[in-house]
């Protein structure tokens, strides 16, 4: 398993910009696929967006597409989700995770390992 911790979150007015950041630990970061996910007060967790281990294959979920945009640096061990034009319903904590594939993690399936979640907040 790898060890997932996230950064970079924090409160930010409409219309702003955050990045994200989740480190990973061990020596086979690049054999794994990698995701965000959020997580609003009372709702369940849902996908925002994923990447497969090259970098060459990226999903995102409808709310996020065209704002969201999901890379990595496997020199770095480091997954990063750059968020521009943010509105008030981005606000969740979000969640960093890493599994077999970007399609299995686009369904949360096979999620082998989960980041302890960063807060980030928009408001209106």
């Known amino acids: 398993q790898v060890r997932l911790v996230e950064s970079g979150g924090g409160s930010v007015q409409a219309g702003g910009s955050l990045r994200l950041s989740c480190a990973a630990s061990?020596?086979?970061?690049?054999?794994?696929?990698m995701g965000w996910f959020r997580q609003a007060p009372g709702k369940e967790r849902e996908f925002v967006a994923a990447i497969n281990g090259g970098g060459g294959n990226k999903y995102y979920a409808a709310s996020v597409k065209g704002r969201f945009t999901i890379s990595r640096d496997n020199a770095e061990n480091t997954v990063y989700l750059q968020m521009s034009s943010l509105k008030a319903e981005d606000t969740a904590v979000y969640y960093c995770?890493?599994?077999?594939?970007?399609?299995?993690?686009?369904?949360?399936?096979?999620?082998?390992?989960w980041g302890q979640g960063t807060q980030v907040t928009v408001s209106s």
């Open positions: 995770a890493a599994g077999r594939s970007a399609a299995d993690l686009k369904h949360k399936v096979d999620v082998s390992s």
């Open positions: 061990g020596h086979t970061f690049s054999t794994y696929a």
